[in-house]
């Protein structure tokens, strides 16, 4: 693994590792006291060929960069819970310790290294007021998400020095500070954020906002409401070039200002008990402080399930869209994703392509069939065909929503000249050996669209595979 000075966190994980020797008798003798523990471990092994379509052989021929690789990616997640419970009055606190490890060379030319580090460590405190009604105050590291995770979820950063690439197993934030109230149906939430960054990317992001939700017993399922504002970050923006023919503009420290607001429901109709149709829409708008910046996104989801037929297929079309910077104005228009969920059911952007594209000028179509041959089997298809938003205008590639600070300088790509970017094709089984232990595998492959061809000498094919096991115990 790689090297770094973890002493304390390694101390970390065996003070976690020992709460949990504690026997249920002795935890629970206190009056009022309860806790729990848990553990989360997983093994994933991974091929790729032809990645990224082999640009690195376009674009940095001295890169020695190997286009075809395998790895293994391990992680280890022990935690330990506790409350105390006083009337209607609640204290209760976590604390977990993720460590992970690559063993081989990732798709991002990261090999054998690993890191420990924090997960959960916070407290919270809770009033019950009524059967319906409750305060909740927490602080710490730990995760927080609002609506479907468009722009606020995944706060925790996996893969490049960390290891385990592919499983993202950091879902926590950093730091949190949290109130909630809810009533009955309504729940209003305050927030201040900042992510757990990478050691190679730190942002000093911080985020404070609002999340107003209700959760009907009707059709709409639930529908909210997030604003926000980035009160605090060093990561840049690009701004594309004057009439899309120069080089893009790096805005350093461009997302400290930014203000967004997010819109978010679903709703669920049953068709006399064959069918359940379901519809998910969300919406962003994004403006700034000190910039002239007019961006936006929308997702609509539609799906179907025949919960009575064999097999109970379901179908999901997707279309999603994160606007680009237009080069012909001089308003910044480009979409900053934030921190959304990238897993396959959230916010991913194609399988393979969402290694190459984040959340920003693009415009993509998604089709999902999923079956469940068996109660502990499930199997899934999917297909996206992905779009650039703009021509000629930055299209950031990384993982998620990673910016490159290498050096102090921000990487960026131009553009390309033809919106066609990529299809991807990913089939997917998974195996649910118990309630406990959960076996996964897949293949995808990715086709480079016209916008891409244009940039390669030659036409290949990306293709990937995975297996890998999680276990709960």
Known sequence: MGKQ???????????????????????????????????????????????FWRMSEQFAPDSQFDTS???????????????????????????????????????????????????????????????????DVSAGAQEFSTGSGMLISNGGSSGFERGALKFGPRKAWKNTMIARVQHEQVEFSLFSLSPNDLDSNIT?????????????????????????????????????????????TIIEKGRDGLKFVYGYTKMSLEDQGQRVWTTEIDI???????????ADAA???????????KWQPTITYTYQQFSGDDPFTATLERFDPLYYEGSPNAWSSGSKSSMMFINSNLRVH???????????????????RVLADELRSPIQFGQATRLDLADGLSSVVTGV??????????????????????????????RPGEGIKQL?????IWTGGFVNFVSLF
Request: aromatic fraction near 10%; hydrophobic fraction near 40%.
């Open 5 to 51: 000075n973890n002493t304390g966190l390694v101390c970390a994980l065996i003070y976690v590792l020992a709460l949990q020797t504690i026997s249920p008798a002795l935890a629970e003798t206190a009056n009022g006291w309860t806790y729990s523990k848990s553990n989360e471990f997983g093994a994933n092994l991974v091929r790729e060929d032809n990645l």
């Open 69 to 135: 690789t395998h790895w293994l990616e391990l992680y280890l997640e022990p935690g330990f819970a506790g409350q105390y419970q006083q009337g209607r009055h609640q204290f209760y606190g976590e604390i977990s310790v993720v460590a992970t490890g690559t063993l081989g060379t990732d798709a991002f030319a990261n090999g054998d290294t690993g890191r420990v580090t924090i997960e959960d460590a916070y407290v919270g405190y809770r009033r019950q007021f009524s059967d319906h009604s409750r305060l």
């Open 204 to 248: 000093n992001t911080d985020i404070t906002g609002i999340d107003f939700r209700i959760s009907p017993e009707s059709i709409i399922k639930f529908a909210g409401v997030t604003a926000g504002k980035i009160t605090e970050s060093l990561s840049p923006y690009p701004q594309a070039g004057l009439d899309g023919v120069s080089a893009p």
């Open 284 to 294: 962003s708008k994004e403006t700034h402080e000190i910039l002239d910046m007019a």
């Open 299 to 309: 997702r609509l989801r539609l799906g179907v399930n025949w919960q009575k037929q």
């Open 366 to 384: 998604q089709l999902a069939v999923r079956w469940l041959p068996g109660a502990q089997h499930i199997l899934t298809f999917r297909i996206a």
């Open 417 to 446: 000249n033809a919106r066609h970017l990529s299809d991807d094709y990913f089939i997917e089984y998974n195996h649910i050996i118990n309630r406990n232990n959960y076996l996964n595998f897949g293949a995808a492959i990715a």
């Open 456 to 460: 390669l000498t030659t036409d290949q």
